[in-house]
């Protein structure tokens, strides 16, 4: 089967190198780059000009593969600074918003950027993603990891005390928080957001969680609504179907609401 | 505070009309239109003009507000003449493709449309979604579904067998497959997908999961996972923070898998 | 097969009457009594005699079958008066303290006898169940639930308010409670219980099971967890195997701990 | 406070001894054996004649809790040679059984004997727990497991081959089987069992479950239901109460089923 020339790998591609569920790596292809595995090593010059989904070989004979990076994981493999937000946690929260192409929206904070580099892409190409921070040091690495993936055009970084200072924005679309304390944001959110659209945030405490709502609640918000979302990998083998017996027990409760605009 | 003109209601907008979290309607917005609710009236004509936000009252009193659909609004509502995917799965789906704006999928089957109209949200402005069912009454359901949510213009429906005909398109970015017996779809979206690209697919009961994955193991497909996505909502209230009691245990299985090119 | 005589139904025996899945009776045999059910009527006298797992047949030639019940069918087949505790909750927390023939506990609330009889039945021959209300009416009903499945025999019942008085034992090998401020009673447990001994109590909401670990923190108790028990069911049937779709998400968080003997 | 002679702690007696949840031991009482961990050593001579519930120190000066051990801490302690049921799954599955004291039951397989060890408590003092294994050397380990606990009474090993010979035993309260193809054993329970008594069993993979209920249903049992039952952990912190972020996610799924008495 023929490949379309936009589906071959070129230099600065990003392509995951998939030997097996333990061994994946997301690289960006630069000509004469080697990775080594336990396996052997790849030379990324051999995969220049194939179709992605082209079968490789490493140095000790061993098959790899070379697959396009999916969104979750472009942000699973980000050089991370801090904890990140994950995809089933992500892909809950984004169908909660009204956001796609063209939306202007805001998240604080930037922390590594994986979320940013979701929302960059949702949003493109006319759309723009207002990411905040009070460490410089996160945004530069920010910078860096969109940079990586391609995705920074659309989004404008500021260090700032939001809690302090507030958003500079009026009327975005939605407004993502993802900071230790959502309950101090909660009134500089109203006034960044357009009237009946949506606030979402996420903590792993129920502590958190109670206190944001009752900020919600204070500041006109309505339809708020917390919830978790539990991730389960079913094992499918020769010897039988069940789920995996250790995993991730618990990363962040969701929250989400939208603005009222109270009568005067 | 001052809402941007691009925020007021207008006729055929879709507006979330909410009283409370039993009481809540998706209503395209026609001048004159009443709609009822066992608290009272609601006159759409009072909201024309006035943002989104906006708090109204019914004939007896009651507050409602309108409300920004969000995206999974606009999945749970539509016309339902199928069980449709649920955002917290479709949520996770999405992400574990790297479908974006301009990207082009193939959708099976069309089903009521709700997976259909958050594809063509989501590839929008530039992205096709070829979308593919046998029954010509779903299609016709479906067209209705996307023409009031307006998001048809980036579809292209085909009523055909798949599992006989095939596909016809080459080279797009994912297939999306909901059909009790995906297995007989696989080798068809082998051919449609670009190498490296991403297959989904859910079903409900354990054996399809096993059949679909074998079916993908034989075509060529790596890095295949199932899981399932568990919802949990936690119910915030004065006397105190539990989750809720009774609820959705189980939708579907989800399955992911990416195309590898086999060497000649 | 023939079956031993201690297995054939006589007068008195409680018996399971299983149509299907959404018709189960626990009935106590009584000579002439007929049990009424849509699929028509059951004739006891037709039962005695014979054993247990006996096929008999309603007037409408439906089969049902005579089944011993299990200690959950008599737990959640009592007349209830309050909330019960669910049989996948007790089997773990009885499991967490040592409790079993000839131990001495103590139970706070009655409530509807449910917990009760299962202490009863765990501590039989020689062991009590002092079970506390502070309701009379909530007393009675548990005593005629008792009388009803035969364990009546090892239980004290005291109608009293424990937070004002304190239990009237010294040295019980466990203290079970069930009341909405298990925070009052923990100093009162502590004095009745025998040390290094297991003290469990259950609470729906996160707020109760935080100020119960509090208090339990303050009156030297130890290896102090709480735990959530999720029962999910299986459906296994012709066209596959799946978890049910709908069913209980959330009953009660479980607290265990255990008495320290402080140093004068 | 005085405590009772009865709860003093003496030569041979069982005491989990807890530094904190990472720091438990479960030993026999011997004057002047050690027990060494990294926050220092204990004698156990200095706990003899002390009431459970005693505080100690390590040589280091840290604190030691003499505790009384539950009913799951003997089982998750016993040396293991197989991988043993959890107490979550085993307290749902005692609870659908009508097993109490005086009960005559049937386990097979013996394993580590952690299973064993609940049953022979659980039944004591006049009940007795037929345990059967194919493997000498798992009935060897168990004898010494019981032995350390103090239940060995009540119980009888054998050791054979039941899928081939069947049990020695008719008219058993309770058959619980733990083996890898349980099916087999389906028709040599029905055999041992009384009428209406109960089967359960547990298997890690879903076509295990699908297999043996096939096999349930073939031989005359009734009320055939399986479950899984998912524990999660709450952290109840200074900084905020959550469910614990990693742990067991899957252990295995439980089958209950009642034996019917097919009219000839």
Known sequence: MEERANNLIKEKDLVMLYLDDRRQFLVQVVSGLRVSTDHGDLNLSQIIGQPFGFV??????????????????????????????????????????????????????????????????????????????????FIENAKRNLNHVGYAKNVEFTCADVALKGFNQKDVDAVFIDVPEPWDIVPKAYEALKGGHHLVSWSPNVEQVKRTIDALEAHSFKCIRAKEIIEREMLVRLQGVRPRERGITHTAYLIRAQKIIVPQ
Chains 1, 2, 3, 4 share one sequence.
């Open 56 to 137: 490789g070989k490493t140095h000790l004979g061993r098959d790899f593969y070379c697959l396009k990076p999916s969104t979750a994981d472009l942000m699973m493999k980000v050089k991370r600074t801090t904890t990140i937000v994950y995809p089933k946690d992500l892909g809950y929260l984004l169908l909660e918003t009204s956001v796609g192409p063209g939306s202007r929206v805001i998240e604080l904070g930037t922390g590594s950027g994986a979320l940013t580099l979701v929302l960059a892409k949702l949003i493109a190409p006319e759309g723009v993603v207002y990411s905040y921070d009070r460490r410089d040091d």
